[in-house]
């Protein structure tokens, strides 16, 4: 059947959750509060490295208005990861609930429950802590080397960790070629070693759960969260439940950012609620967010590479050794990723990716837009420039001679991959070079402009990148459409909607499959008692991924109808065709969706319903060419960034203007990781800064002016010819900007984020 040209995909549909969000109603995870609803509130270690001898509690349970207190004698000990990610999770079973040894400042000792937040609070103060302090590491060249404090000292069952014999929580070694014999053939070699902060996504709204028993005495938990799904089969671990007793919804979700792509407070609800009878609530403050939540991994990358004089690019290395804080989800995978999405970009004959990834006695690192990938790009992208001046070469040059092309196959896939290894990609899609010079002609690139004052140096820069749409081989998603007797259609899809906006792009894909308009869609996500199973909201795979079941699903219930319809009008079902709100058939017949369906009810008696199931072993890369165009002040050091443009080919765009504000979003957090953002720690490892006074994200008064192109591409593995976006356009910000402030000032900068004070050194230390 064919199907008519697009009328719902590629349109700038209404989004379909606008109207209940702009007014206000009750949507998140703390607009729903049960009757009798208690508040938990976490007592967290003083102490970086210090056993828990005991905890006296019973002050604090006299308190009036205490409910409950635990900690780690009430809660039994499993090994478990709070990553949430596909079973077997490749990140190590390193932690428990409540730990017998605090590993940061701010790890878990003991859990209050109460009828009021005040009194949690206060509750907290009347408890009573013996620790055993313990020698604290939090320098990752210490955690690598010393072996007589050992922050993990129980074996990782699963053995993905050195727990036990080392503070090495991941690491990785992959090769293609042989990059040392190469380095001795090539006319240039360019080493620097670039290092990156501790930065936290920053969502606006915080890890919020709660969770109650319900009247069929199942655990019900309501929370933020984008993986609703790895969560329920990881509470029946740590709970020991049947996970047919847990059911977990997600509400709206304010912001991710792959924060949420963890469990990080809904095993306490969930086991005080089973403790309490009652339900119970736990919400971070900001300076929680900011202290035990998870951070993107400060990481030190050394770059080495190996050029001819004609910029032919023959060996590139990437070595990297990165903080994965007191605990490791996301260890292995994080790193991974640094040199996964981000070597393939020049496609040399020789690549070495290596990682080492440490346990410290710093808070944890995790998840975070781009899961590994902005690291690596700075690192690459900067020193694209670098090389491009040993060789005395221009830059843009060099990176148009380099970069992968069409029909590239990326070899270093075939050596990494999570928890799946042996997949070669092959660049099928790829609007790179076409962004590189759509871009150029918007940043003036070829006609840099004047400095405004005479006191200001301006610079331009520019970096590229590349993601994944998933997890190849790893992610899937299902998705059941289920029509009306009206016409109408519901969509459930376990796939998660955390902001972004994946909703109304799978409602879109679901209307245009059935030929109806995006309102006649009524989406929920998700909900694991009446969605079936997503992976989640991670890895740039719900448009790619997600969109690849909605599609098989609503095709199936169009040829459940019209099979249906074939009979009547007697016709071959192929030849039915949906569209525009109607069925018809080359014989003339035509019917209203809503006749189709009353038909479909009352005289066929069929409830037209689908569930499709989709995965990929591919992963296709989206692609972004972004510029930087800075004025800097020597004096002071202070930049001032005045444009940005933004080229990205993600494929066919299914709604250009949630795709241009994924990107302006990105590329809002990339200028934060670039100028401002930095989560200090002093030498113990206490935060420094666990506030928004203190710790500058980037502001709308921070934008400069911002142009976004859409290069779109069609991507033949993708649904509609999509790829993702969610990640990639927050790579390139960062070394775009410092490569700008570099040119303008004629200086190197190798470590983020390029703060004033930063600046002005590097300049005057060039002075000199
Ligand atoms: S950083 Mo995302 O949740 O893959």
């Not at 970086?48 to 207190?69: P, T, Y």
């Not at 990140?91 to 940061?104: G, I, L, N, Q, W």
């Not at 080493?191 to 028993?213: D, F, G, K, N």
Request: with cysteine; aromatic share 6%; hydrophobic share 40%.
């Amino acid at each position: 059947m064919t199907q008519p040209e697009k009328s719902v995909v590629g349109k700038n549909v209404t989004k379909v959750d606008a109207f209940k969000l702009a007014r206000g109603e009750a949507v998140y995870t703390d607009d729903f509060r049960p009757d009798g609803m208690l508040y938990a509130k976490v007592l967290r270690s003083p102490h970086a490295h210090a056993r828990i001898l005991s905890v006296d509690v019973s002050k604090a349970l006299e308190f009036d208005g205490v409910v409950d207190v635990i900690w780690h004698q009430d809660v039994k000990a499993i090994l478990h990861t709070r990553a949430g990610q596909s079973y077997p999770e490749p990140s190590p079973y390193d932690t428990v609930v409540m730990p017998e040894k605090a590993r940061f400042i701010g790890d878990r000792v003991a859990v209050v429950v109460a009828e009021s937040l005040v009194v949690a609070q206060r509750a907290l103060e009347l408890i009573e802590v013996q620790y055993e302090e313990l020698p604290a590491i939090t320098d990752m060249d210490e955690a690598l080397t010393r072996t007589d404090v050992l922050i993990h000292e129980t074996p990782d069952p699963r053995g993905i960790s050195q727990a036990g014999k080392s503070n090495l929580a991941a690491s990785i070694d992959k090769q293609v070629g042989d990059v040392d014999a190469a380095l001795k053939t090539c006319d240039h070699v360019v080493q620097r070693v670039y290092t990156l902060p501790r930065v936290q996504a920053s969502h606006i709204e915080p890890h919020i759960s709660m969770a109650w028993v319900d009247e069929d005495q199942r655990l019900v938990v309501r929370t933020s969260t984008q993986v609703p799904f790895h969560l329920r089969r990881m509470l029946a671990r740590i709970l020991e439940m049947p996970e047919a007793k847990i059911r977990v919804i997600k509400p709206r979700v304010g912001g991710g950012f792959g924060d949420k792509q963890e469990l990080v407070v809904e095993d306490l609800v969930s086991i005080l609620a089973l403790r309490t009878k009652r339900p119970v609530r736990l919400e971070f403050t900001r300076e929680e967010e900011l202290i035990a939540a998870r951070y993107r991994h400060p990481q030190r990358i050394t770059m080495t590479t190996g050029v001819m004089n004609d910029g032919t690019m023959v060996a590139n290395r990437m070595r990297v050794l990165a903080d994965t804080g007191a605990y490791g989800s996301h260890a292995l995978t994080v790193q991974g990723n640094t040199g996964q999405k981000v070597l393939p970009m020049y496609p040399a004959a020789n690549i070495h990716f290596q990682v080492e990834c440490v346990y410290t006695n710093n808070p944890i690192s995790g998840a975070f837009r781009g899961y590994g990938a902005p690291q690596g790009c700075f690192a690459l992208e900067r020193h694209m420039d670098e090389v491009a001046k040993a060789l005395g070469m221009d830059r843009l040059e060099l990176r148009k001679m380099n970069h992968i092309k069409l029909g590239d196959t990326d070899p270093l896939s075939a050596k990494l991959g999570e928890g799946k290894e042996g997949l070669v990609r092959v660049v099928n899609s790829t609007g790179l070079e076409e962004g590189i010079r759509l871009g150029c002609d918007a940043i003036g690139w070829n006609k840099p402009r004047p400095a405004s004052q005479p006191h200001l140096k301006r610079g331009l820069g520019m970096a590229l990148a590349m993601q994944g749409s998933g997890i190849a081989g790893v992610d899937w998603g299902a998705a059941t459409v289920k029509l009306n007797d009206d016409g109408s259609v519901n969509l459930f899809v376990g796939a998660t909607d955390i902001g972004q906006g994946s909703d109304t792009v799978l409602a879109q894909m679901c209307a245009e499959e059935l030929g109806i308009a995006c309102e006649q869609v009524q989406v929920l996500s998700s909900d694991t008692d009446l969605t079936p199973f997503d992976v989640g909201a991670y890895a740039s795979s719900t448009t790619y991924i997600s969109g690849g079941a909605v599609i098989k699903a609503a095709a199936k219930v169009r040829e459940q109808l019209a099979d249906v319809l074939a009979g009547p009008w007697e016709c071959d079902p192929g030849a039915i065709v949906f569209a525009h709100g109607k069925a018809s058939a080359p014989g003339g017949q035509s019917m209203t969706m809503q006749e189709v369906a009353m038909f479909a009810f009352y005289k066929a008696m069929i409830q037209p319903m689908a569930t499709e199931s989709h995965m990929s072993n591919d992963s296709p890369p989206p692609f972004a060419a972004q510029f930087a165009d800075v004025e800097v002040d020597q004096e002071t050091g202070r930049v001032y960034l005045r444009k940005f443009v933004s080229t990205v080919d993600c494929g066919t765009v299914i709604h250009p203007r949630l795709v241009q504000g994924q990107i302006e979003g990105a590329v809002a957090q990339g200028i934060g990781y670039a100028l401002f953002e930095e989560v200090l720690l002093d030498r113990r490892g206490k935060v420094l800064n666990p506030n928004f006074l203190d710790y500058k994200i980037a502001c709308t008064l921070d934008m400069p002016e911002m142009e976004t192109i859409l290069v779109e591409t069609d991507e033949p593995s993708g649904p509609h010819g999509a790829k993702a976006a969610g990640e990639v356009p927050i790579d390139g910000p960062a070394p775009a900007i410092l490569n700008a402030i570099c040119d303008a000032v004629g200086v190197s900068l190798f470590q983020l984020p390029a703060t004033a004070e930063r600046v002005w050194r590097v300049c005057r230390d060039a002075e000199q």
